[in-house]
């Protein structure tokens, strides 16, 4: 269903360029059109009238754009926004790499000036836009509330597919964390650093690890080839025993041990970084494969590379949502793959949600990819029980025939 565009914003600190804004905005339809002349005015009014479209310049004295911009981040803003200014491309493109890094909903980022043709352009975008409702910043879970969904059993896996891009086929998964109250779907936002915090992460972890692996063994024999990758955080690489409980879960479940890729997440590393790198030998000793998550942000370098037998790494999102249009993301992209090739590791994109995004990562040698274009995640059961029925050529009709709430 379109959106239907009512109210705009227009932030500028110039009235002749708010001016033509405004007059050419009312040639293309019939809006509610408010003007700010800086980030501070613009904020104000955004925290008294929700709008369904925002454009705003970067450049402007008092507060500016990206101060508009951080208060966006914090309250989470989902509504559409055009980023604009008379500076460079480099610039532009860095900030568009902030905002969408932080989830804001950038539908595009132009240098001065914006003309008619590109405001209609903008509008239909925008009246396509994902219509979701504005959120608000949620507050985490206490240690109470993870410990009661621990015991009711609330905290389960789903898992995104990931997709061979010469064959289009699933060719993996990635065991996510949710935590299931009813029809109450609690993402891990919420609540993965507070069980870092508060000592729940290896708790939280099991629970998932163990769903994840007792759906996956459920796969049709013909289809046991696949690979399901898990978060390990390094907090929960402390305990000695978990590569001894990740082999027993496996052996439960008639699961190869090869079949798992173990994904360090950069996040949280112990306080004993050695105890990690015992924990991940060994773990390779027991034939896990092991993934470098993230790579390119946090823990994630040259120096892990070189020590630890990774076999895959994860390119973050970061690198990947803007890749189209960023020279520096396709630049880093590119040298990411030549290392993972170099090392004779596989590579992953995370984070895809374009068909020009796939035709862009495969042309620069990525064959691996999971991403919302493809599928989002959904409950273990639910998408095993798919692919038994329909094969791996089911592909991105997981997003038309699969629903759950809270993905």
Same mark, same amino acid.
């Given at each position: ?92 493109n860095s900030a568009k790499v902030l905002a969408t890094y932080y989830h804001l909903n950038i539908l595009g980022v132009v240098r001065k000036p914006i003309t008619a043709t590109m405001l209609s352009e903008f509008l239909v975008k925008a009246c396509n836009a994902d219509n979701k ?64 915090? #508060?000592?729940?992460?290896?708790? !939280? =972890?099991?629970?998932?690890? *163990?769903? %994840? /692996? ?39 479940? #008639?699961?190869?041990?090869?079949? !798992? =890729?173990?994904?360090?997440? *950069?996040? %949280? /590393? ?138």
């Open positions: 269903m379109k959106k239907h565009i009512n109210s705009i914003l227009v932030v500028d600190d110039q009235p002749i360029v708010r001016r033509i804004f405004t007059r050419s905005l009312e040639q293309l339809g019939s809006f509610e059109i408010i003007e700010a002349a800086d980030g501070l005015e613009a904020f104000n009014l955004i925290k008294q009238k929700h709008f369904d479209l925002i454009f705003c310049d970067l450049n402007m004295p008092i507060k500016d754009g990206l101060y508009l911009l951080q208060r966006l981040i914090e309250i989470q803003y989902t509504s559409p926004i055009v980023l604009f200014s008379g500076e460079g491309e480099t610039l532009l409702p504005q959120t608000q910043v949620i507050a985490t879970l206490t240690s109470k509330q993870l410990e009661y969904h621990l015991n009711k059993g609330n905290v389960l896996a789903y898992l995104q597919p990931q997709y061979n891009l010469d064959t289009m086929q699933i060719c993996g998964f990635e065991a996510l964390a949710r935590i299931v109250d009813g029809d109450k779907v609690i993402s891990p936002s919420q609540f993965i650093h507070a069980a870092e915090e #508060n000592k729940f992460i290896l708790r !939280i =972890t099991k629970a998932v690890v *163990e769903d %994840a /692996i007792k759906n996956f063994s459920q796969l049709d024999v013909k289809y046991r080839t696949l690979n399901l990758s898990i978060n390990i955080s390094g907090k929960v690489l402390d305990e000695e025993d978990l590569p001894f409980w990740l082999e027993e879960v496996t052996s439960k479940h #008639n699961i190869s041990s090869s079949s !798992i =890729t173990c994904e360090l997440t *950069e996040t %949280a /590393i112990p306080s004993n970084p050695s105890v990690m790198i015992v924990a991940l030998l060994r773990l390779r000793m027991m034939k896990f494969k092991l993934s470098i998550d993230d790579f390119g942000t946090g823990f994630a370098s040259l120096e892990q590379l070189h020590m630890l037998p990774f076999h895959e790494l994860k390119i973050d999102r970061c690198f990947v949502e803007n890749i189209v249009t960023n020279t520096k993301s396709q630049a880093l992209f590119t040298r990411s793959i030549l290392l993972a090739n170099d090392l004779k590791m596989t590579a992953v994109a995370e984070g895809v949600e374009s068909k020009e995004t796939v035709d862009v990562i495969k042309k620069l040698g990525c064959n691996i990819a999971q991403g919302f274009y493809f599928c989002k995640p959904f409950p273990a059961n639910k998408i095993i029980a798919t692919i038994n029925k329909e094969g791996l050529d089911y592909g991105v009709k997981f997003q038309r025939e699969l629903t759950c709430e809270g993905a």
